[in-house]
């Protein structure tokens, strides 16, 4: 169990959900992961792993999808006779982070991250794993696989 705080309200203006906790390793610690769902995608995702030695943690969640509901949990993880083992993903803290912007968010230098203003339109989709096979006289079958994430478009001024 790791106990940890959540802000949804940098969002809005910074673009970013903050996740802060402080150290609890036991002697074989190994690392810190956090994990993110939503309603859409409802299977945890693994955000980052952390292996730093420090006695406060700070996450930036800059891909947190916007006004929906979204679920945060940290886990540690040990070494148990060499297996890698991670605690229960307990507490899970939820928000809504809330933005009607868009962000240019630059993984590795958050100074880099640019708040688009003046958005006129957007075309988005889903995109996912598809395989269609044609059957000779009995039609089609598509096969689904792996959601892959948004892509589309955006116009601005």
């Excluded at 190994?30 to 769902?37: G, H, I, L, N, W």
Aim: charged fraction near 25%.
């Amino acid at each position: 169990m790791v106990a940890f705080n959540l802000d949804p309200s940098p969002f809005y203006h910074e673009g970013h959900v903050r996740l802060e906790w402080s150290s609890t390793k036991p002697g074989n610690w190994v690392a810190y992961r956090v994990y993110r769902r939503t309603d859409e995608q409802p299977s945890w995702q693994r955000l980052t792993h952390i292996t730093t030695n420090v006695s406060s943690y700070l996450f930036r969640d800059w891909l947190a999808p916007a006004n929906m509901v979204c679920e945060w949990a940290v886990v540690r993880v040990t070494d148990e006779s060499g297996n890698l083992v991670e605690s229960a993903k307990d507490p899970i803290h939820a928000a809504i982070p809330n933005s009607d912007h868009y962000w240019l968010i630059h993984p590795q230098n958050s100074s880099l991250t640019v708040l688009l203003n003046n958005v006129e339109s957007e075309e988005v989709e889903d995109e996912e794993e598809k395989e269609t096979m044609h059957l000779i006289g009995r039609g089609r079958k598509v096969d689904l696989g792996d959601f892959l994430g948004v892509k589309g478009s955006l116009s601005a001024t």
